[in-house]
């Protein structure tokens, strides 16, 4: 079965750090490029970064850009992203996602695995 | 514009067709292909449409969509109870070198 499972949110106060992680089974992880939506409970999705598949191109949304780092590792099939300086607007609930078929990048066809998410919440 | 622009709301009844409008520019639905998500409030997207008009395996065909310039739709033919949920649409954005989703649509089967 294909899944993902994000990990790692919690409660943080403004300007700390958190590491999300997402763990890939049932399929070649390091065959697809990958990418971080998050969603204020609510509100709309988010693209916030995405990682093709040997981690050589990555991308980040302006509003988290200089702040928050994506990583993989393809040996342990895990996906990651460090968030540090966290704003009170950084709060959402966080999903890992897959993209779709063979290219490997982290744009291109839709993404067609998600995860459940993980909660972040950014408060004093 | 680097901005995806969805109807807050569309409604019908049982058995009717709806369409949902996604509008664009140049960076992002003219040179790129448009995917449509489907989420049921408390759960996680699920892919609906990609590639602009291409159904994912497990996806009825009451499903469909297009694309012309810089806008698409999605047309849900055959209106199910089921089919309540908030719908996005989604495109590569060249400006931003990143994904740029709509604001989002709730249908409401009445």
């Known amino acids: 079965e294909l899944q993902l499972e994000e990990s790692g949110g919690g409660v943080v106060r403004p300007g700390g750090s958190l590491r999300l992680s997402c763990a890939a089974s049932?399929?070649?992880?390091?065959?697809?490029?990958m990418n971080w939506v998050r969603q204020v409970p609510g509100k709309g999705l988010e693209w916030v970064s995405g990682?093709?598949?040997?981690?050589?191109?990555?991308g980040y949304a302006e509003s988290v850009k200089g702040r928050f780092t994506i990583s993989r590792d393809n040996a342990r099939n895990f996906l990651y992203l460090q968030m540090n300086s966290l704003r009170a607007d950084d709060t959402a609930l966080y999903y890992c996602?897959?993209?779709?078929?063979?290219?490997?990048?982290?744009?291109?066809?839709?993404?067609?695995?998600w995860g459940q998410g993980t909660t972040v919440t950014v408060s004093s | 514009q680097s901005v995806l622009t969805q109807p807050p709301s569309v409604s019908g009844t049982p058995g009717q067709r709806v369409t949902i409008s996604c509008s664009g520019g140049?960076?992002?639905?003219?040179?790129?292909?448009v995917n449509w998500y489907q989420q049921v409030p408390g759960t996680a997207p699920r892919l609906l449409i990609h590639?602009?008009?291409q159904r994912p395996s497990g996806v009825p065909d009451r499903f469909s969509a297009s694309k012309s310039g810089t806008s698409a739709s999605l047309a849900i033919s055959g209106l199910q109870s089921e089919d309540e949920s908030d719908y996005y649409c989604a495109a590569w954005d060249d400006s931003l070198n990143g994904w740029l989703f709509g604001g989002g649509t709730k249908l409401t089967v009445l």
């Open positions: 049932g399929f070649t992880f390091d065959d697809h490029g």
């Open positions: 990682i093709s598949w040997n981690g050589g191109n990555r």
């Open positions: 996602a897959r993209v779709g078929g063979d290219s490997g990048s982290y744009g291109g066809r839709g993404m067609d695995v």
């Open positions: 590639s602009n008009t």
């Open positions: 140049s960076s992002n639905i003219r040179s790129n292909t």
